[in-house]
């Protein structure tokens, strides 16, 4: 039988260490070892019982869940789950967290109930089978090159999850002002998506925005698939557009990449799919329809991702044309959108 997953709950709130440790000790496969009110509380007991996973709160007093996840990743690495609060500055800290290596994110109900944490249990699972590294251990994603054009009828079309703050940070970080038209399915809580879609407009060269109905499609534009109300999907015609689907959740998501994907396998337009970081196999069956309509596809390598769930499935079908590590995926991506007449050498 495999062993249970070993979980320390930090929060200063006493009643929230209690309900998130029911909702854990729930399932059978997780135990709650030892729970801490603060980072130093916290600290102590990482040492002594050396838990497989933390659920690490936001805002504490002594020292901010940021701050110690920064000691953390830097000391100790070992997988994080930030539970936040759905207050702007609390989504801002969850994804800076995120960006420092906590592998993901659930946010605090508005009413308090073991129940509410459900979501926290499949997190948790996944955190401890994730791969987590050292602040710096990952290279830095390639500059995109000089004199970049991108050819004004491609469409791009990008999907992660688990871990994808971290890699879509590094691929449209390598993204040229002039980049391909580009959906992005990122499984993200509701609350989270406008802010994260924020953050990468100040970082990244592009325009990026959170995706609204209608939006047309153009290059040097990143379209990002709102959280939690509708799938994102790309209608077809001579200009392209976001189509917001609001239906029932598939593979247990929504947005679904495999939704996005199998939108932009219909246009019959040159297209590059590219699945990224997470767990299950969302994307897998919507990367083949874009392969098998003419479309180039690439997969992040195992060896880069937190989680090796969706790439590995879509690998695994026969969706991806490509693996490769998550430093080299912008400089693939851009040659493959490239203008034939201003093509880079990948």
Request: aromatic share 2%; with cysteine; hydrophobic share 45%.
């Amino acid at each position: 039988m495999t062993a249970p997953v070993r979980v320390l709950v930090v929060d200063d709130s006493l009643t929230m260490r209690g309900l998130i440790s029911a909702a854990l000790k729930s399932d059978p496969e997780i135990e709650v070892v030892g729970t801490a009110a603060d980072p130093i509380e916290a600290r102590a007991a990482i040492k002594a019982l050396n838990p497989d996973v933390v659920t690490l709160d936001v805002e504490m007093p002594n020292m901010n869940g940021l701050e110690f996840l920064e000691k953390i990743m830097r000391l100790r690495p070992m997988p994080v789950v930030m539970v936040s609060t759905l207050t702007a500055a609390g989504t801002d800290v969850t994804l800076a967290a995120l960006e420092i290596g906590a592998v993901d994110a659930v946010a605090k109900p508005a009413v308090a109930s073991a129940e509410a944490f459900h979501e926290l249990i499949a997190k948790v699972k996944a955190a401890a089978r994730s791969r987590v590294r050292a602040r710096g251990d990952a290279p830095a994603g390639a500059a995109a090159p000089n004199a970049y054009r991108a050819a004004p009828d491609h469409i791009l079309a990008i999907g992660s999850s688990t871990g994808g703050v971290e890699a879509l940070l590094t691929v449209l970080g390598g993204f040229p002002a002039d980049c391909p038209a580009t959906v992005i399915t990122q499984h993200m809580p509701a609350a989270f998506t406008a802010s994260f879609a924020a953050r990468l407009d100040r970082v990244c060269a592009p325009t990026v925005s959170e995706a609204v109905e209608g939006a047309p499609l153009k290059p040097g534009h990143i379209y990002l698939a709102p959280g939690g109300v509708a799938h994102l999907e790309v209608s077809p015609g001579v200009q392209p557009r976001c189509r917001l689907v609001a239906s029932d959740p598939v593979n247990g998501h929504r947005p679904s990449v495999d939704v996005l994907f199998e939108s932009v396998a219909r246009l019959k337009r040159p297209m590059t799919g590219v699945i990224l970081t997470g767990m299950g196999k969302d994307g897998a069956r919507g990367l083949l329809a874009m392969r098998e309509a003419g479309g180039h596809t690439l997969g992040q390598d195992e060896a880069s991702c937190v989680v090796y769930g969706m790439p590995k499935a879509a690998f695994e079908l026969g969706a991806v044309e490509r693996q490769l590590p998550l430093h080299r995926l912008s400089t693939a991506i851009l040659d493959l959108c490239a203008d034939p007449a201003a093509r880079s050498v990948a």
